[in-house]
Every structure is written in structure tokens, then in C-alpha cells.
């Protein structure tokens, strides 16, 4: 796994049609990874992202060959958040520190979904993004 696979997600994202990357966008909130059994068991673990209408919730962890893995969680009947807590939970899984802190804070605005989604919507996906490079660097820090 390396950076490449979120350059490679926006190129598929801009290659569509408008109407077209928002499927795609629903294809990626039908598969957010489910959530590890520690953390169905402890939901408490999870972190609020306030900043999207929805409730997500998110966690990261660094494993001990040092890779980055995103745990999220969305409802199913809000496909768009689903969406974007997929392309990140999917396209930063398994990346080093280095790599997960250096994408670009305006990943979400890069991916071509400005005329598809509310702008509210794609300051939920940057909060995401956000949240998980704050939690990642407090977990190297501790």
C-alpha cells in the first residue's frame, strides 16, 4: 500500500462525469471496512467528527511495523459521509506516518465532488482528514 492509492481514488473520481463520481462516491460508502471488534465492544474509543451533520466517528492506530489504519463509522443512510469515510479509511490504511501526515489537507476539495456535494459535506471529509492526522500525531507523540 502506498500514497499513491488516494492520487489514484481522485483520478478516478475526475475521469467521471459529475453525475457519475457521485456513484462511485456510493460504491466507496458501500464499502467502508467494518469496525474491529475492540471497537464495537468499546465505542467510547471512537471520536465524534462534529463537523458532519452525520454521526462519525473515527480512531486511528499506528500497528507495530509503524503502518496507519483509520476506523470509522457512518450510517448507512448517509451514504455521502459513508463515502468519504471510506476513501480515507481505504486510501491511507496501511501507510507510514510520514506518508499519512504529508496528504495534502485539501484532499476532500481535490476529488471533483465540489458541484456534487455540499460544501458542508466536504468541510465533514477535511474534519475527517483533520481529526485523523491530529490523532495520529498525538499517538507518535505519546
Aim: hydrophobic fraction near 45%; charge should be negative.
Amino acid at each position: 500500500m502506498t500514497a499513491d492509492l488516494l492520487a489514484e481514488i481522485r483520478e478516478d473520481f475526475l475521469a467521471l462525469e459529475q453525475k457519475d463520481r457521485l456513484l462511485l462516491l456510493l460504491e466507496f460508502a458501500n464499502e467502508l471496512p467494518e469496525l474491529p471488534q475492540k471497537f464495537q465492544d468499546h465505542p467510547d474509543l471512537l471520536e465524534r467528527v462534529v463537523e458532519c451533520q452525520s454521526p462519525v466517528f473515527i480512531f486511528v492506530d499506528v500497528d507495530a511495523d509503524g503502518l496507519f489504519h483509520l476506523h470509522a463509522t457512518a450510517p448507512r443512510e448517509s451514504p455521502t459521509t459513508r463515502g468519504f469515510a471510506s476513501i480515507l479509511a481505504q486510501g491511507l490504511d496501511g501507510l507510514s506516518v510520514e506518508q499519512v501526515l504529508a496528504v495534502p489537507d485539501d484532499y476532500p476539495q481535490s476529488i471533483g465532488l465540489s458541484e456534487a456535494v455540499s460544501p458542508l459535506r466536504l468541510r465533514g471529509m477535511s474534519a475527517m482528514l483533520g481529526r485523523a492526522k491530529r490523532q495520529l500525531r498525538e499517538r507518535v507523540a505519546a
